[in-house]
């Protein structure tokens, strides 16, 4: 599967926009990218996944460039419970594959 | 309601003690997985099940074993071949692991240390 590249943290105020990036510039053209994201102490959660086209669900908006190179996950009006480490994962969607959780980004909403 | 469910919160190893992790799951998923997160670390693949009576090693599999005989369950018993145990062990499972089937949901983790 192809590598991920994010910021290690990120800081946002309440009610702002919060846009994460992610690099893979790897990504072959049957890899899918996935987003989760930990709150402390917790499991992670499901987020949004993508192929091509951008996607948007009740959570937030995944936005994939026109090369696949890299993808922005925005959350419209980030709250204080937004607070989380959030992961950008390419697996590929032909056969069985394993996710690859890196260290993710460290996103920290502020009052 | 529907989800996965890992047992105990909390476990305490002692020196040389097998322990076994409980990971219950009523979603009807075929797949399963076990991952280890050691602090500021992200996840690491320890063992995963495609289907029962099957399962597969993996980044991390030494001092661990798992078993499948059960659609719903797949525990996962930390041996005393395991020499840094201390960590916090996540569950999940996905419909098929295939695809778009491969979003997997998460149990709330279990902290294991050693006394």
């Known amino acids: 599967d192809a590598k991920t590249t994010q910021p290690p943290s990120m800081d946002c105020a309440e009610g702002r926009a919060a846009n994460l990036p992610c690099n893979h510039s790897?990504?072959?053209?049957?890899?899918?990218v996935y987003w989760y994201r930990q709150i402390h102490s917790q499991g992670p959660q499901y987020i949004i996944h993508g192929l091509k086209n951008n996607e948007t669900n009740e959570m937030a908006s995944l936005i994939i460039t026109e090369d696949r190179k890299s993808s922005t996950l925005i959350l419209p009006h980030a709250t204080l419970r937004d607070t989380a480490v959030y992961y950008c994962?390419?697996?590929?969607?032909?056969?069985?594959?394993?996710?690859?959780f890196g260290k993710g980004t460290m996103l920290l909403v502020s009052p | 309601d529907g989800g996965i469910t890992q047992s105990p919160k909390y476990l305490f190893r002692k020196e040389g003690q097998n322990v076994t992790l409980s990971c219950e799951q009523n979603?009807?998923?075929?797949?399963m997985y076990w991952y280890r997160q050691d602090p500021g670390q992200g996840l690491r693949l320890i063992y995963y099940s495609q289907i029962v009576n099957d399962f597969q090693k993996g980044d991390i599999a030494e001092g661990y074993s798992v078993s499948r005989e059960k659609k719903e369950s797949f525990p996962l018993t930390v041996t005393s071949a395991q020499k840094n145990p201390t960590a916090f062990y996540l569950c999940?499972?996905?419909?098929?692991?295939?695809?778009?089937?491969?979003?997997?949901?998460f149990g709330a983790g279990t902290r294991l240390s050693v006394l």
């Open positions: 790897t990504i072959s053209g049957n890899e899918y």
């Open positions: 999940a499972s996905s419909i098929d692991g295939t695809g778009e089937q491969n979003i997997q949901y």
């Open positions: 994962i390419v697996s590929h969607d032909s056969g069985y594959s394993t996710l690859t």
């Open positions: 979603l009807n998923h075929d797949a």
